[in-house]
């Protein structure tokens, strides 16, 4: 890596996310189901929820579980776990009620954070020692003062593998790691401010994780689509609609998007398509040529939660 890049892996998630912020402090960060909010917003409530984890009576470093379904407070939950050098374990609300305890229990979090919508759910699920945190009811203000220095070996996170082999397994991966593969990632696809990313994936899943902080950490806006609440029919125009430049989908639903298209549709916008999860096929490739720009970047990206 360039000495840029080996200098930004040497700090923390949060002090890479200030330097953006400082720069891009109006920029639309996050889109979801029609709000938005900037860096610098972002910034500032992600502050107030590190301040209630390190004045809470918490031991630290911790696991953090995180409970919601929008993606603008549940990243500003990422981030605000990451400034208190807490490590973010992300609930899926979709998951059954046994495999969310099976995680609590084995995590074992010092606090689940969550929102008016999933305040009731957490309640039933939280464990013994754990503190509910819900961020409707936190105030808008951090305390002015600057917040501790977190190591870049520090725990950020630890996602749940599916468990079709057994038992769900968690991976953690240091700030250090999660900005090396960030970097490698923006670097792979050339990622900027000019960007919009398509987020697709649950926040359970992994590979969200190239969008949130392959995206945020370049100043590109993220905009969140729930394939879940909204099908893939209406998702052509939401690329469009959105003006989305970077695709980041697995191949199933890049089939059933481009094979549900007119014969002459294209989406001129989008730069670069990145399928992962799945094998991608050779018939895939005449359906990105005939719907995408002839200057657009097809990549199969395959790696593993246990490798990410």
């Given at each position: ?173 240091s700030h250090r790691n999660l900005l090396y593969f960030a970097g490698c990632y923006g670097n792979a696809l050339r990622i900027n401010d000019a960007d919009r990313l398509s987020l697709l994936y649950s926040l359970s899943f992994s590979a969200a994780n190239m969008d949130i902080y392959g995206g945020l950490l370049n100043a590109a806006t993220i905009c969140a689509y729930d394939i879940r609440r909204h099908g893939i029919a209406p998702l052509a125009d939401w690329l469009e609609k959105e003006q989305i430049t970077v695709l980041h ?60």
């Amino acid at each position: 890596m360039a000495g840029r890049e080996m200098a930004a892996i040497n700090q923390s998630v949060g002090a890479c996310f200030r330097q953006v912020v400082a720069r891009y402090a109006d920029k639309v960060a996050i889109e979801h189901e029609g709000a938005k909010v900037s860096f610098s917003r972002l910034n500032s409530a992600a502050n107030v929820i590190a301040w209630r984890l390190l004045t809470g009576n918490l031991r630290s470093p911790a696991h953090v579980a995180l409970l919601f379904d929008n993606r603008i407070p549940a990243i500003t939950a990422m981030i605000g776990a990451l400034k208190a050098g807490h490590a973010y374990v992300p609930l899926d609300s979709a998951d059954p009620a046994e495999r969310v305890r099976l995680i609590l229990r084995d995590c074992a979090p010092v606090a689940l954070i969550t929102d008016d919508e999933h305040v009731a759910r957490a309640r039933r699920l939280l464990p013994e020692d754990c503190q509910l945190i819900n961020i409707d009811r936190l105030g808008r203000h951090a305390p002015s003062k600057q917040l501790p220095r977190v190591s870049p070996d520090t725990p950020a996170y630890l996602f749940y593998t599916s468990g079709s082999t057994g038992r769900p397994k968690g991976v953690c991966q240091s700030h250090r790691n999660l900005l090396y593969f960030a970097g490698c990632y923006g670097n792979a696809l050339r990622i900027n401010d000019a960007d919009r990313l398509s987020l697709l994936y649950s926040l359970s899943f992994s590979a969200a994780n190239m969008d949130i902080y392959g995206g945020l950490l370049n100043a590109a806006t993220i905009c969140a689509y729930d394939i879940r609440r909204h099908g893939i029919a209406p998702l052509a125009d939401w690329l469009e609609k959105e003006q989305i430049t970077v695709l980041h989908t697995v191949p199933t639903v890049f089939r059933q998007l481009t094979k549900a298209l007119e014969p002459h549709r294209r989406f001129g916008r989008i730069r670069a398509v990145d399928l992962g999860g799945e094998t991608v096929f050779a018939s895939d490739v005449p359906l990105f040529r005939r719907h995408f720009g002839e200057d657009s970047l097809f990549v199969n990206h395959l790696a593993a939660t246990e490798a990410s």
